[in-house]
């Protein structure tokens, strides 16, 4: 359980991230919503009130919407203000958004410079620009947790085999980033060890979201029992990160993906 503890959870109201919403507040944790979108978080908070009623007395009381740019550093101090405001702590930053560049895409012979570095900014540059901003208020509250959502291509190159009779391909910006994510992760577990604050990484495998048939087949292929996860799959690994069962598991990247990479 994480009892009473405040999560933030940023793109709360995507795929992923309403999941981790509904998990937390399922093990009696407070999910606060750090999202860009508030129409598309407003109809999470809707669909999971209504799918915990018989469960969580009291939903409005354990989630709610912040308006949450990463890339901004104003954005980002209002959010940890407004909390400290609201609950006189925040526990955990979960780091799960998704920004992509207007040309994010693209094949690697048609990205240009500028596209590579727009989306690396928004999204590795994000991460760190709201790391850095809770890892400042969680020195002066003496603890903090860190969770950044990394991917299996944080740990090797796609399986580019997988695409193959298909119009799907992985951009080499994920790639790129999702590596460069993990050792953000390891080094900010080593500089603030001392702190009482831990960072760690889940990478996981595809998630299933319509792809095709052919592709499925052949990822499944190379996994154990399941292929593609769904979103709820994740959900375990992260309860059990926030928890103070992992107090001591620090600046690590657990790798859940059906043994898709092994």
């Known amino acids: 359980m994480i009892t009473n503890k405040v999560v933030v959870i940023t793109g ?10 509904k998990a937390v507040i399922e093990n009696e944790g407070i999910a606060v919503i750090g999202d860009i979108n508030e129409d598309i978080a407003n109809k999470t908070i809707d669909k999971i009130s209504n799918d915990l009623k018989e469960k969580v007395q009291d939903i ?9 740019d990463i890339s901004s550093k104003s954005s980002v101090l209002s959010c940890i203000n407004f909390l400290d405001k609201k609950y006189g702590k925040i526990d955990a930053l979960v780091n799960n958004a998704y920004p992509k560049s207007k040309n994010f895409g693209k094949k690697f012979f048609d990205i240009e410079m500028e596209d590579f570095n727009e989306f690396s900014n928004l999204h590795l540059g ?3 620009n ?12 003496n603890h903090g947790n860190i969770i950044n959502i990394s991917s299996i291509q944080g740990i090797a190159a796609p399986a ?3 695409y193959e009779g298909t119009s799907m391909h992985s951009p ?3 790639t790129v980033v999702k590596h460069g994510l993990i050792g953000m992760t390891k080094y900010m577990a080593k500089m603030f060890k001392k702190d009482r604050i831990r960072v760690n990484a889940i990478s996981p495998g595809g998630i299933l979201d319509n792809q095709p048939e052919i592709f499925l087949k052949k990822y499944k292929n190379r996994c154990g029992t399941k292929g593609m996860l769904d979103s709820i799959d994740l959900t375990g690994t992260l309860i059990y990160l926030l928890s103070d069962s992992s107090q001591y598991l620090n600046g690590q990247n657990i790798v859940l993906d059906d043994g898709f990479s092994l």
């Open 12 to 21: 709360g109201a995507g795929r992923i991230g309403s999941a981790f919403v």
């Open 130 to 141: 709201i790391s850095q901003q809770f890892i400042k208020y969680f020195l002066k509250q």
């Open 172 to 174: 080499i910006e994920y």
């Open 60 to 68: 409005s009381s354990k989630v709610l919407f912040i308006n949450l």
């Open 160 to 162: 580019f085999e997988t």
């Open 126 to 128: 994000g991460y760190f």
